[in-house]
DNA sequence: CTGAAAGCGCTAACAG
DNA sequence: CTGTTAGCGCTTTCAG
């Protein structure tokens, strides 16, 4: 806005006159690091040449401080003749402010991390779809604030430290990981955090979805389709808040639709395809049985590994049990039948951490918060009536 | 390993006394800040203390470069006794180098970034399962070499200034654009650059799968099951040598199986599920004639959806119609039919991706190099012999 | 409204 | 082998 003001403003020759007067100087400011770059050892590449605060000061005839004040848009304290003479100067010059400087002398980086769990065998971050499409919501999210997003596995404390107190962030995200994960990574105490997913210490935000909801839907959609022997699965075995509320919401559902405490069971699996194609093998025999016939997984990949594994095992799915998934991931209509799911905004879920986060970087809510995000219900293919 | 030697090595008492010493010391040095914070205007939270060169110096009783050439291991430069205290009140201080002033002094920052499309309407970067997993191995292979990933979505050349010329990246790698995007982008010629799946312009590293010959094995695969009317589908609108490369690959395996050039016919379609549901609904009619009988799809993605546009018009795969995708991402084996697909190993991808780049930056190669992945055909159930 | 001084934490280039 | 000197580019005081 105020570079636009500028350019119409009746400014006098001056604002003008640097565009012509500012090209040429540049031209031989820049031949001289050139040079002596061309002549010295190649094994270190020349940096791109930086234009710098200074460089605008000079060509505008005012000092580094003005100049810095007016491309931070503190623009109390600058004339408008001035602010507009400066302007031009960045525009023509192309004036881009150097981040590593900023962070040294202003201590904000600007700078936000995305942590997430690098395990030593693992194919690599970014596994679960869920996760993937969070990632890139909190990308876009921080650039429209004008934040940089450092993308990074970590396994140890020291891993942490290693981005976080070198990098000087401004926050972190964290994703992925159990509460116990979260507790070992030892985040400093002084660190904005927003943690996504998982149980939130003292003092760390957290965005998750209505995992109660969550639960409880599916296992009102089971049950009203007349599931009464139900199998809920997922990272049951870690210490996760997240899954203890699904399971509870879960058997919420099953107590209020008149089932016993024992139709429900749960099934300890990683959050994986694979995990949930073995644990479909596993389960084939009460399903044939007919001492099984619903199950509801933590995360569509693992819904859709049971669904095969049910299927390779010669059952049909819904007609010989329902499946269930949580977070309708892209995954939940590519694969056969389409996925019944609990769907959550995983794009909102970004946002609102980069929100967070940044809220709690500028110290605007001061005290942690945490967001949840809304669930529904979202029947597809995978869940029908129970057989009779 | 030098901490270790220094540890159990007979140094004279000031290394082990420089331990306890040390920390009394620190918490006052803390204490100053910190209070200070406390009583100033809460709007700014506090950096988390940094302990610096100086710190480790004072302690020590040596000069800031001496401990700065332990720290870099220019142990060339430095006494053994010397470094073994230095190393001491490191580790006893939990020294971590402060990365902004690094690149200031040092004009290296250690930071690479990744480059994403980041289209207005798009859902987000990371929409494709291959990039994802690219992603995940540069991020992995940048780490183990001491390096950070920046993540970031661009759409225009100022978003890469923005990016690169702020924080001083030492390289970037760039992937999922066009060539067309690519040059469109604008990148600082002085910038070690590696991109991945498209055509590298002057001066730029590459990085893509061996795709002619995936173009190939596709060709002979289906031609080698009897198919003799061909369609091969993908983003072949856009100006990208990948595509170009696969078709041409294609197209000469349908040759010298005897075919026709008419044999083969190419079809625009966006990389997207979306666009491959479009698409098998398009084509239903000409598979039902008989006209068409295999498609090749330029990503598992694309040919997932197409097998899903083929099923719902009432045609089965691969009894009617054969579909053949590309990368044999996770994707592949999820959907059904499983995808019989031209597979590449997108760790190994990302892991070059990351070597080349490195290697660009430190100036091991000067020429940038351009680095092919092999492919081979994973015939799975989405891939049979043409109808009769 | 504008400027001068000082320093963020680190490293190159020299001196000793 | 070790220390000194000078900045990297920017922002924060504090003076005009």
Redesign the pocket.
């Known amino acids: 806005m105020s570079a636009l003001q500028v350019a119409g403003a009746p400014v006098r020759t001056g604002a003008s006159s640097v565009l012509f007067s500012v090209i040429p100087r540049l031209v031989s400011t820049i031949a001289g690091p050139a040079a002596q770059v061309a002549t010295?050892p190649s094994s270190r590449r020349s940096?791109l040449h930086?234009?710098?605060?200074?460089?605008?000061?000079r060509e505008v005839?005012?000092?580094?401080?003005?100049?810095?004040?007016v491309?931070?848009g503190n623009l109390?304290?600058?004339?408008?003749?001035?602010?507009a003479r400066v302007e031009a100067a960045v525009t023509a010059l192309g004036?881009?402010?150097?981040a590593?400087?900023?962070s040294?002398?202003?201590?904000?980086t600007r700078l936000v991390g995305l942590l997430l769990p690098s395990r030593p065998d693992d194919t690599s971050l970014l596994a679960s779809p869920h996760d993937v499409a969070v990632t890139g919501a909190v990308e876009a999210a921080l650039r429209s604030r004008d934040h940089h997003l450092m993308l990074r596995g970590v396994a140890t404390a020291r891993d942490v430290s290693d981005s976080v107190r070198r990098w000087s962030l401004d926050g972190v995200v964290v994703m992925g990981f159990t509460d116990d994960e979260v507790r070992a990574l030892d985040l400093p105490a002084t660190l904005p955090t927003v943690v996504v997913d998982a149980a939130a210490g003292s003092g760390l935000a957290q965005v998750r979805s209505d995992d109660r909801t969550g639960g409880r839907l599916a296992g009102e959609h089971l049950t009203a389709l007349g599931h009464r022997h139900l199998l809920i699965c997922g990272p049951a075995g870690t210490a996760s808040g997240v899954v203890a509320q699904r399971v509870a919401g879960f058997r919420e559902a099953a107590r209020r639709a008149g089932l016993p405490d024992d139709a429900v069971t749960v099934a300890d699996t990683p959050t994986t395809y694979e995990g949930g194609v073995a644990l479909g093998a596993r389960i084939a025999p009460q399903v044939r049985a007919g001492t099984l016939t619903a199950v509801f997984a933590t995360a569509d990949i693992l819904a859709a590994g049971v669904a095969r594994g049910l299927g390779d095992a010669g059952l049909r799915v819904p007609e010989d049990a329902s499946v269930l998934g949580y977070d309708d991931a892209d995954l939940a209509r590519h694969v056969t039948p389409r996925l019944s799911t609990i769907a959550q905004d995983t794009t909102r879920k970004g946002h609102v951490a980069a929100d967070l986060l940044l809220g709690l970087v500028t110290g605007q809510h001061a005290e942690p918060r945490s967001e949840t995000i809304p669930v529904a219900l979202t029947a597809r293919e995978s869940t029908g009536p129970a057989p009779a």
Chains 1, 2 share one sequence.
Do not use: F
């Open positions: 010295a940096a930086h234009v710098t605060l200074k460089d605008i000061a005839g005012v000092s580094v401080m003005t100049v810095s004040n491309v931070n109390g304290r600058v004339s408008p003749a001035t602010a004036y881009v402010p150097n590593a400087a900023q040294l002398a202003a201590r904000r």
